[in-house]
Each structure stands twice: as structure tokens, then as C-alpha cells.
């Protein structure tokens, strides 16, 4: 082989290697933009949830619907950024209120369950034990001590004969409608829940007042037979008690 022919196939050897060494240089250097996609995002109005997709089409039909096109690298290089970090990113910012929400709420829960139960102390002043009450005249009069202080939801309930009387720390209760015999009187302290905290109790007698009604019979008697009297024994009647004001008068 001549020395001409030589530094020609040298020059024809240099052409290729640098041809080739351009191929690959813009390869590297297209190969990101060929990666990189048109994607979608979309962000419903409602609720604020953000998608990524490369289908718009699908979401385009969705009432509420916010679409805006985005640009997101699809490798995983630390230079153009990562395409879950983004959506995750995303679902943070969405899921960011919800979190908030639950967190209040479940500190509202735990704050009302850690509510400390008050220890109350019940205790009855009247009726005293085995107190009896004559019917109609006396009422039952109910009186309590509470320590401490109710709380916020409880409160004190007070019971005849397992009947609700009353509420509060005192009560009279009428006896007219109560008939004779034993009943007893009972103090409760719940909470909201209708859970008991705390009770006492007493046993009471009601008993007729004897003279009162014999008394009331009598004159009910009375009054019966002036009634059935004709009307000119009402007149003689009603002349001798006349009489009789007069004399007691002048005697006095």
C-alpha cells in the first residue's frame, strides 16, 4: 500500500469516530426530552384532590374538574426530580387538612375521656331516719348535701316510691295523694350518660291523722242531716242559734 493510500483511510478512520462520537453525544443529551411526556393534572374543585394522568380525555367529561398541563420527567435522575416524590407531594398537600381534622378530633375525644369523675358525698338531713308524716297536713320536706359541686352534665334527681319528684338538692313533696304506709325516698347523682355516681336513701311512714278525720266525718254528717231536715225545722233551726249568739253576746 502506497503512503497516499494510507493517510487517506487515517482521514476515512477519523470521519467515522467522530461521526460516531455526535450520534451518541446528542442521544445523551436528547434522551431526557424524549422521556419527558406532556401529563395532566387534575384537581377536583370539591374536594381538592390532585391526580397526575396522560389521559385528560377521561376527565374531561367530569363536572368540577380543573386541567392543566403539566411537564414531569419520567426517570428517576436526581437532575429533572422524581415523578412519585411530585404525586406525593401532591396527595401531602390534599391529605394536610383531613390530618388536621383528625387529629382535633381525636384530641377532643381523648380530652373528654381523661375528664376526671368527680367523688361526690350524698348525704340525706331530712327525712331523718323512720320519719312519720300525718296525712294531709304534713308534707315530706327533702333536703341534701352535696360535695363537691356537681360538674358540668350531672346532676341530682329525687325519687318517691321509685317515681321522679323532683331534681335538685331540695323538694316538698304533698302527702294528700300518698296513702298510708311505708314508701321510700331516694337520692340519685348521675352523669349525662345516665350513669348512677352516687345514691341514698330513707324509709318514711305516712300515717292518717286520725282526729282530722274523725273531726271531718262528723261534720260532713252534720251537714248531710241539716240537708235532709224540712224546711221549717231549718227555720226553727236557724232561730234557736240566733238566740243562742245573742246570749253568749250579753254574757260577754
Given at each position: 500500500m502506497t503512503l497516499s493510500s494510507k493517510r487517506m483511510s487515517s482521514k476515512s478512520n477519523t470521519a467515522t469516530i467522530l461521526l460516531i462520537s455526535l450520534v451518541v453525544s446528542a442521544a445523551s443529551i436528547y434522551a431526557p426530552m424524549a422521556n419527558a411526556a406532556p401529563i395532566y393534572k387534575v384537581v377536583d374543585e370539591k374536594t381538592g384532590q390532585v391526580t397526575f394522568t396522560d389521559r385528560p380525555k377521561s376527565y374531561?367529561?367530569?363536572?368540577g374538574k380543573q386541567i392543566t398541563e403539566t411537564y414531569i420527567d419520567t426517570n428517576n435522575t436526581s437532575s429533572f426530580g422524581n415523578t412519585s416524590t411530585a404525586s406525593n407531594q401532591g396527595n401531602n398537600i390534599v391529605?394536610?387538612?383531613?390530618?388536621s381534622m383528625a387529629a382535633t378530633s381525636n384530641a377532643t375525644i381523648s380530652n373528654t375521656a381523661k375528664k376526671p369523675q368527680a367523688n361526690y358525698q350524698l348525704i340525706m338531713t331530712e327525712p331523718s331516719e323512720k320519719r312519720a308524716y300525718h296525712r294531709p297536713a304534713q308534707s315530706i320536706v327533702v333536703n341534701l348535701q352535696l360535695r363537691p359541686a356537681l360538674q358540668v352534665g350531672d346532676r341530682v334527681i329525687i325519687y318517691l316510691d321509685?317515681?321522679?319528684v323532683a331534681q335538685g338538692l331540695s323538694t316538698s313533696i304533698?302527702?294528700?295523694?300518698?296513702l298510708p304506709g311505708a314508701h321510700t325516698v331516694k337520692a340519685i347523682v348521675e352523669n349525662e350518660a345516665g350513669r348512677r355516681l352516687k345514691q341514698v336513701e330513707r324509709t318514711i311512714y305516712v300515717i292518717q291523722n286520725t282526729a282530722t278525720l274523725q273531726n271531718n266525718k262528723?261534720?260532713?254528717?252534720q251537714l248531710l242531716a241539716?240537708?235532709?231536715l224540712p224546711w221549717h225545722q231549718k227555720v226553727l233551726l236557724k232561730?234557736?242559734?240566733?238566740?243562742?249568739?245573742?246570749q253568749q253576746s250579753s254574757n260577754q
Open positions: 374531561e367529561q367530569q363536572a391529605s394536610a387538612p383531613l390530618q321509685g317515681k321522679e304533698a302527702t294528700v295523694d300518698i262528723k261534720i260532713g254528717q241539716y240537708q235532709n232561730l234557736g242559734q240566733d238566740d243562742t249568739n245573742k
